[in-house]
């Protein structure tokens, strides 16, 4: 037996606790301590009846993830095998849900013949946020409980519910509001005294009988359009599929072979990778997990424009009072009418209740007199992108803010350390950086000057998870991470158009990868305007390499993107989804003339490489110069930032699945065509020369 599992028998009845703080996974030590005890109890005379349940806080949050692709010991049964196993025995075996019961615990549980739970409770079947689908019988049980479409609900969808939900559905048979493990007692003594043969779900018929097969082309047809290049979805509805036309026995072997074919495709392997990328972005080396972290109980926010009233809103929704500050009252007021505008929007689609706004919009409150930012606790900086007037502003909140308030930009380009000189207080200073619109983007890029103390940056990453999102700790340097990884790339996307390609195609090939939309479509989301501003200033850095000159050209027609109804394409009718259009393209037929070049085909596949590795290279030299911590880091910028497909993992998971040499060689080219704008990273040529992934790499 196993330290993981406790056992005790009370009077007739073996109770099997499953202690594998803190969520209880099934990890093979686990499976073997339920199944050894369960086999005593079978073999044990004086045992009439099993209940199982879970010490702590949770009953089985799921399968332990991290022993995926480990060769199971010989002396561990298959969690499906034992499931089974339980499912026939002759002697009542009652689950009582102390906690979560996700994946493979809520296998586990099906598997039993009885599910008793306490009221705060949550049961699901995740597998498919993690790119495959239940193997432990979840697909063939789960139907039985509560019918199909509840259980395409679940599966398909992978979100839990609650146990007063579960119990109306029949996931569960009875919600317990007092000492669970003491009804399940009485309930097992009941169950065995009874002499009713224990009930087994796979034997339960009535609701997968006489199904009609509509509702599975009708729920593929439904999946497709959030579900590109996905397998997972549908092989969840597969499988459900699968128990309404096979027996328990070939269901159960069905779901089996499905889901060790799934185990191990790029898809799973980079959900996985991004599943565990995610919780490790909250670590960071030289900040241990004690660091003194500051309370943050009132902010303010400086500028009430796009960024400023969207990263308001984040403090409010998160119960946080918020100031926010403007250089006059009518711009003030302008950008807090926006913020209630924005909540009224969320009210009237049914996201947010009435009450709930009007109890945010309590919490955000508007001034012009910097004075009045003596008590917060944080200030964020979002004014216009000019240093000058940053660097004002930040001594000015020197001089106004108690000493300990942290102040911070939102800077997208502008070099932290400089603003940081205006300041007595350079420890306090620090980057936040949101993503547009900052109230829906999840990403929150922390910026770590070169004086950030450690408690200063262990405050803003605790920040970033009360409000909600996921801070990602990168480095000060010109456009960070994302953006500084999505310009080159952006650019080398106009520079395919102005030697052949067009911006339609190459937008398809990025969203047929998977990605929200192409570059093109993004620019004339963000304002062609605003890219051609930058890219000026980007001249005085760069001005001797090669320049989009077909973005000049597009900029001088005056068609800025969406807001001028027209950019790379034109929106008629008020309508946000772009058509190609005939004025663009003979543009770009001219500039190329104009710039000597005889167009060329490029095939879908040379714009997807072209694109994706010089993204790469710049990626390696991001971690090159250590402004991420580690490769998964700038996964996770590029998914919660960009839009990268998790089934991908990101861009360099994506290089690692690839294999560098192939990525490096491609750079090389792309180099010999693009001058410095792609530039072979040394890390990528070295790992590259090891067989090694991004992956293998860690900072020294
Ligand atoms: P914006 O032009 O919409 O808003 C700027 C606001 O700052 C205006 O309301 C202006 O009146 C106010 N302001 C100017 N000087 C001020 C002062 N001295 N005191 C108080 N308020 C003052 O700009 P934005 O798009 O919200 O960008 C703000 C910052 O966020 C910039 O640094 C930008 O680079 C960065 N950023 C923007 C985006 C984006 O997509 N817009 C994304 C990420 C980061």
Redesign the pocket.
Known sequence: MTDVIKFENQGAIGIITINNPPANALSFAVVKGISDNFNACMADDNCKSVVITGAGRMFVAGADISEFGLPRPDDVPELDALIREMELAPKPIVAALNGLALGGGMELAMGCHYRIAAPTVSVGQPEVHLGFIPGGGGTQRLPRLVGIEKALVMIVGGNPIDAATALEYGAIDEVVEGDLVARAIELAEQKADSGEAPLQTGAKNDKISNVDPQIFEDWRKKVAPKSRNMRSPFECINTVEASTKLDIVEGLAFERETFERLMMTAEAKSMRHMFFAERDVAKIPDVPKDTLVQEIKKAAI???????GGIAMNFANAGIPVVV???AQD?LDA?LEKVKANYAGSVSRGRITQEKMDQCMSLISGTTDYADLADVDIVIE????EIE?KKK?FAELDKVCKPDAILAS????LDINEIATSTNRPDKVCGT????PANIMKLMENVRTKDSSKETIATIMGLAKTIRKIGVLVGVGDGFVGNRMLHPAARIAEFMVEEGALPWQIDKVIYDFGFPMGPFAMNDL?GVDVRYLVRQQQKKLYGDRRQSVILDRLYETGRYGQKTKAGWYKYEDGSRKGEPDSFTEELIIKTSAELGFERRDFSDEEILETYLYSMINTGAMVLEEGLAIRAADIDVVWHYGYGFPRYWGGPMFYADLIGLSKIYEKVCELHERYGDWVMPSALLKSLAEEGKGFGDYTLS
């Open positions: 400086i500028g009430s424009g796009t960024m400023g500050v403007d250089i711009v950008g979002a004014v216009f992108e007037l502003i939102n800077t997208s380009t950086h949101f993503f547009s963000a």
